[in-house]
């Protein structure tokens, strides 16, 4: 039986991180992109990746960073994966000695099995909607018909998952994983988004729903 992994991105806080892992989660992801309402410090980070129990994997999440930057994050926290949302060469990506990924945005004419080629050094390629300025964190969602069938790569699906599309999305799809951060976040009592700050709740019937296409699909 197929199983479809779970990355909870934009984690903030240690006690989500740990509420994101009891929910079955298998990897967090760290946002070090200083716009991003959902960025933590090296510091931030850190505490997080410290109250981790094992086989949770901790991915960091750049955009076209300074390679002196990304280093710096790397002193200070244990990341098993690398994530890169901007325009980084594949030479780029494979200089720090980490397993990595690409993200793409999805925009009209790009060409998906070309960047299969030219990302050739990736464990994978997450694929997320494009809207202009916004790299990744968008809460939107594209056309999945749009992705090929039969990448010779691994496909992590992003882009405006939540609870009520991530199973359609899975039966599909068929991604290796799903990727998901606004649509499990918490809410105010106007219903507006408190960015950075996951829901329990949510992210547990995120979960469930993965899980269910698993048995479900085979």
């Not at 197929?2 to 994101?20: E, H, M, N, Q, Y």
């Not at 991915?59 to 980084?88: I, K, M």
Request: aromatic letters at 6%; hydrophobic letters at 50%; charged letters at 20%.
């Amino acid at each position: 039986m197929f199983r479809t992994r779970v990355k909870i991105c934009g984690i903030t806080r240690a006690d989500d991180a740990l509420a994101a892992v009891r929910a079955g989660a298998d990897a967090i992801g760290l946002v070090f992109y200083a716009p991003s309402p959902r960025a933590v410090t090296a510091e931030q980070a850190a505490q997080i990746c410290a109250v981790l129990p094992p086989f949770v994997t901790t991915v960091g999440l750049f955009v076209d960073a300074a390679e002196a930057d990304v280093a710096a994050v790397l002193s200070h926290v244990p990341l098993d994966l690398l994530q890169f949302h901007g325009d980084e060469s594949p030479a780029y990506c494979r200089s720090f000695g980490r397993p990595w990924i690409k993200a793409l945005a999805m925009r009209d004419g790009l060409d998906v099995a070309a960047c299969v080629e030219r990302y050739a050094g990736a464990r994978g390629l997450l694929l997320d909607a494009w809207v202009p300025g916004v790299p990744g964190g968008t809460g939107e969602v594209f056309d999945w018909a749009r992705i090929p069938d039969a990448l010779s790569m691994p496909v992590v699906l992003a882009g405006g998952l939540t609870p009520d599309n991530v199973a359609q999305a899975i039966d599909q799809v068929r991604p290796w994983a799903v990727d998901v951060s606004g649509g499990v976040e918490a809410r105010d009592a106007s219903g507006n988004a408190l960015r950075g700050i996951k829901s329990a709740r949510a992210m547990n019937a995120f979960i469930q729903q993965v899980q269910l296409r698993g048995v479900e699909g085979g």
